[in-house]
């Protein structure tokens, strides 16, 4: 469907996220993709959440949908709504249906039903109702309820070909026959996904529903109740699974799965929009980074591919150091602050400018940084050695270093000051690895760290001699 095709109705999309769990990455790529839509094509994003499973939702996660989405800067036009405020019209149009005999109650038992849906299996037919209480009026099924027999409500599925027009994947045909009368309410005041979801949207005025692929089994019988009902029929969009590096679907095995554990590993919500877009769209240019408002700009749906999207979490961290290095470092600190001990922020702001182009992740700067929070270092004495030199040469080089730093006053304590006396003598021995390897093992206790240099112009002239002082004691 072209821009041109879309902006001649009123464009109104939505997110409808359960609060049974922390938003999923797969849900805010969601919720980004219906964003970008209504933000192109001049429409309203509405947020609703789906909260009529009573026995799983909790507001925890109602909290950290909406907050996750804040985070993102995934701003929505209306809502937050909550079905759970809306019961009275589900059960008003659940109410019509079977006055209209287009639903009924079943009071088949769950062992019943799943001693039949077995019995299919075994015979290799499709599972689906059998019609067992197609057939009880309404009368005798007041009846039972009012005596206190347990029930459901099951839609009356007639037998046809469904068919409708995916904007993503073409045209997509059901035959009904495969699906049976399937249960839309627990009863009068406790609606199923398909049929809240049904009036819901055509309660919104939603003119696209832009989902995930895994919804596509739903859309048939969301179509017969629409027809039902007498609601239009509104686009649908469904978007590829998005996959691990293994083609499986997205799981905890394969990365983080919730927004929130993003957020608390230290990557940036810029980064991580940036990442979700292409999960399944790609603009067709060979630029990599976008921001929020150029996304708006560029994104369409012609652009959205039908095979699942892979989820390489190398090229999340690839973006994630990308827009760190963009940051003014005193924002940076604040970002760090969280993974950091309590310290002076001009001291901080040292430590993290001098691991903003290594980070990938915010997180990082703990692991990067511990040494210069410790008292004493602990390490194995063969990491300080250079190469096969003995112990004699390596305390020998130790003593050299100690007393070239001691003879710089703490006024004069600088990078570049420090510099020039070390490589003044790595020129002297020829060997820069006998100088800064241990130096860099004694100040840090690390195999791979920032510059040795940098770090004691950091650590100060006391603590860089003490920790030299140490370190050659491992050669007594």
């Avoid at 019961?87 to 249906?97: A, F, R, S």
């Avoid at 599972?127 to 067992?132: D, I």
């Avoid at 994947?169 to 839309?184: C, M, N, P, S």
């Avoid at 603009?283 to 095979?307: M, N, R």
Wanted: hydrophobic fraction near 40%; aromatic fraction near 10%; glycine fraction near 6%.
């Amino acid at each position: 469907m072209s821009s041109a095709e879309v902006k001649l109705k009123e464009i109104r999309v939505r997110i409808a996220p359960s609060p049974t769990g922390f938003l999923h990455v797969g849900t805010a790529r969601a919720a980004l993709f219906n964003y970008l839509f209504a933000k192109n094509n001049g429409g309203k994003f509405v947020l609703r959440i789906e909260d009529t499973d009573i026995e799983r939702s909790e507001p925890r996660f109602e909290k950290d949908i909406i907050e996750s989405l804040k985070w993102l800067s995934i701003s929505w036009d209306e809502g937050p709504f909550l079905q759970s405020d809306k019961i009275e019209i589900y059960t008003q149009y659940l109410d019509k249906l079977l006055k209209e005999n287009k639903a009924y109650y079943c009071f088949c038992a769950e062992e019943e039903l799943e001693a039949v849906r077995q019995d299919q299996l075994s015979r290799g037919v499709a599972p689906k109702y059998n019609g067992k209480c197609q057939n009880i009026s309404q009368e005798e099924a007041k009846e039972r309820i009012a005596k206190g027999e347990p029930a459901i409500i099951r839609f009356r599925t007639s037998q046809e070909k469904i068919s409708f027009t995916d904007l993503i994947r073409g045209k997509i045909e059901f035959d009904t026959a495969l699906v049976g009368d399937f249960a839309i309410a627990k009863d009068l005041k406790t609606p199923l996904y398909n049929f809240a979801v049904v009036v819901d949207d055509f309660e919104m005025k939603i003119s696209h529903i832009i989902r995930g692929e895994d919804h596509i089994p739903n859309t048939p019988k969301q179509i017969l109740i629409q027809e039902a009902l007498g609601f239009p029929k509104p686009q649908y969009a469904h978007l590829p699974l998005i996959l691990g590096p293994d083609k499986s679907k997205l799981s905890k095995r394969h990365a983080a799965v919730s927004v929130a554990n993003y957020r608390e590993e230290g990557y940036l919500p810029e980064a991580l929009i940036n990442f979700m877009a292409f999960l399944g769209w790609n603009p067709g240019t060979d630029k990599e980074i976008y921001s929020l408002k150029e996304l708006s700009q560029e994104f369409t749906l012609d652009k959205v591919q039908k095979a699942g999207a892979i989820f390489n979490i190398k090229r999340l961290d690839y973006l994630n150091g990308f827009y760190i290095r963009q940051k003014p470092l005193d924002e940076l600190t604040e970002l760090c602050q969280p993974y950091l001990p309590k310290a002076e922020k001009e001291f901080l702001k040292k430590i993290v400018g001098l691991h903003q182009e290594r980070l990938k992740k915010l997180s990082e700067i703990k692991e990067f940084t511990d040494f210069f929070f410790q008292d004493k270092l602990s390490y194995d004495k063969e990491l300080l050695r250079w190469k096969d030199n003995d112990d004699q040469k390596m305390a020998r080089s130790i003593d050299k270093t100690s007393k070239l730093l001691s003879e710089i006053s703490e006024r004069n304590w600088a990078k570049e000051n420090l510099e020039k006396v070390l490589m003044q003598e790595t020129e002297k021995t020829g060997d820069r690895g006998i100088v800064l390897w241990p130096l860099r093992v004694a100040l840090t206790g690390k195999k791979a760290s920032a510059g040795p240099i940098e770090i004691a112009a950091i650590l100060g002239k006391e603590k860089t001699l003490t920790r030299l002082e140490e370190a050659r004691a491992l050669f007594k």
